[in-house]
């Protein structure tokens, strides 16, 4: 079973910044389109990022401007460096890799807290 590996979730005051990794051992890395995403205590999961093999980035609404979704083909790692966090980006980040010839192909972090205080 394939687990990807979520870090670098802390605690953080708002206007702060934190950079998430997610570390993919075990998959073709380049065959895999990469995303973020987030669950807010009482809310559903939303997609915030992705990044496409080749390196097209998508964002939410609520992140642009703030967020960066990167990947490291070379360490089968995915970023995302949040800026100017929020109150409202408080949530469990997860990492995603979904295979883009094959979307049944498609594999969970375990999650990293983020909570931004006001």
């Known amino acids: 079973q394939v687990q990807l590996v979520e870090s670098g979730g802390d605690f953080v005051q708002a206007g702060g910044s934190l950079r998430l990794s997610c570390a993919a051992p075990?998959?073709?890395?380049?065959?895999?389109?990469m995303n973020w995403y987030r669950q807010a205590p009482g809310k559903q999961r939303e997609r915030v990022a992705t990044?496409?093999?080749?390196?097209?980035?998508v964002y939410a609404d609520s992140v642009k401007g703030r967020f960066t979704i990167s990947r490291d083909n070379s360490k089968n790692t995915v970023y995302l460096q949040m800026n100017s966090l929020k109150p409202e980006d408080t949530g469990d980040y997860y990492c995603?890799?979904?295979?883009?010839?094959?979307?049944?192909?498609?594999?969970w972090g375990q999650g990293t807290q983020v909570t931004v205080s006001s």
């Open positions: 995603n890799a979904v295979d883009r010839f094959n979307s049944r192909y498609n594999y």
């Open positions: 075990g998959i073709s890395f380049m065959r895999n389109t």
């Open positions: 990044i496409s093999s080749g390196g097209t980035t």
